[in-house]
């Protein structure tokens, strides 16, 4: 079942969206120093769904964030396509991530005083660019967002929330999507929307899908799963269904993952795919 992380046969020409070799962050310093990534490697295909699983502090979000230039690393490369993102400086990072990564937050990131529609539409205005008008009303339907655009995150549900920050992230057709948990606070009808959304921009748009998700399910929408541990990358899984990845994540509860480092970071799946909760979470926002 277990291929490698790059999968060079697997679709020579598509190449890699996002690249990293020794990629390694670590929180504070001294004794209260957190190792969060530990010398990560790891390619991202172009044009593929790849989901990220792993306990609760086990680094996926600070995967995600310093793959899309959100974060700085302590140690290690970055590659956005050909792009060293590690060597850019901020403006020039800040353009990239601009043009070519949209991001789904754990936390939606909405700002506050504006209605859903600038929500969704403020990255392009940022940019001064207009937004593709049929693109843009396909997304806003297919979320269900349609009589919800003037209405400020305040007056939304927390799901709503969610589609707008998932709005956010499709409508300038980004090539490189991070979705942290996209469909961790939908009812199961708006989360199947959002992973065929995904699914759908990656066979049909051509983009590149990189979902963090707790849910076997919703990593059964992907074309590869990354398991992380510690930090690290343990296990992978190519052309996931919802029982091997149940059963997977059931043995890691069982037998721990393979290969797991030492270190202050860690925790165990529980047998529902769910993050038993360990002493780092205080830390660690769950949406
Ligand atoms: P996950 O998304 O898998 O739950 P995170 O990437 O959020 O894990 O966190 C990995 C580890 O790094 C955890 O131990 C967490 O407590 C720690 N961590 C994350 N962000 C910070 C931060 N800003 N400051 C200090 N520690 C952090
Ligand atoms: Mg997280």
């Known amino acids: 079942m277990s291929t490698p992380a790059a999968t060079p046969g697997r679709a020579p020409s598509a190449g890699t969206a996002a690249r990293a070799r ?9 004794e209260t120093a957190v190792l969060a990534l530990d010398s990560v490697d790891v390619d991202i295909a172009r044009g593929r769904f790849t989901a990220v699983m792993g306990p609760s502090g086990s680094g996926k979000s600070t995967l995600m964030h310093c793959l899309a230039g959100l974060d700085t690393v302590s140690a290690g490369q970055v590659w956005i396509g050909g792009t060293e993102i590690t060597g850019l400086r901020d403006r020039e990072l800040t353009r990239l991530r601009r043009d070519r990564i949209g991001f789904m937050f754990q936390s939606f990131n909405l700002i506050p005083t504006l209605n859903a529609l600038e929500n969704i539409t403020l990255p392009m205005d940022i940019a001064g660019r207009a937004p593709d008008e049929r693109w843009l009303n396909r997304v806003i339907d297919t979320l269900g967002l349609r009589n919800r655009l003037g209405h400020r995150p305040a007056q939304l549900s927390g799901g709503q929330q969610q589609r707008v920050a998932c709005a956010r992230a499709l409508v300038s057709r980004p090539e490189l999507i991070f979705a942290d948990e996209p469909t961790g606070n939908l009812d199961s009808r708006a989360g199947l929307e959002v992973l065929g959304f995904l699914r759908d921009a990656v ?22 799963v990354l398991y992380l541990a510690d930090g690290r990358i343990v296990d992978e899984m190519a052309h996931p269904t919802a029982q ?6 059931r043995l890691f509860a069982r037998d721990g993952a393979p290969s797991p480092g030492p270190g202050p970071v860690g925790g165990r ?17 769950e949406a």
């Open 269 to 285: 799946f529980a047998g529902d795919g769910s993050p038993l909760r360990d002493g780092n979470d205080a830390a660690v926002e």
């Open 203 to 224: 066979d049909n748009l051509g983009q590149t899908v990189v979902m963090v998700t707790h849910d076997p399910g919703a990593a059964a929408h992907s074309d590869l």
């Open 22 to 30: 020794g990629l390694t962050k670590a929180y504070g310093s001294g």
């Open 244 to 249: 091997a990845v149940l059963e997977r994540v």
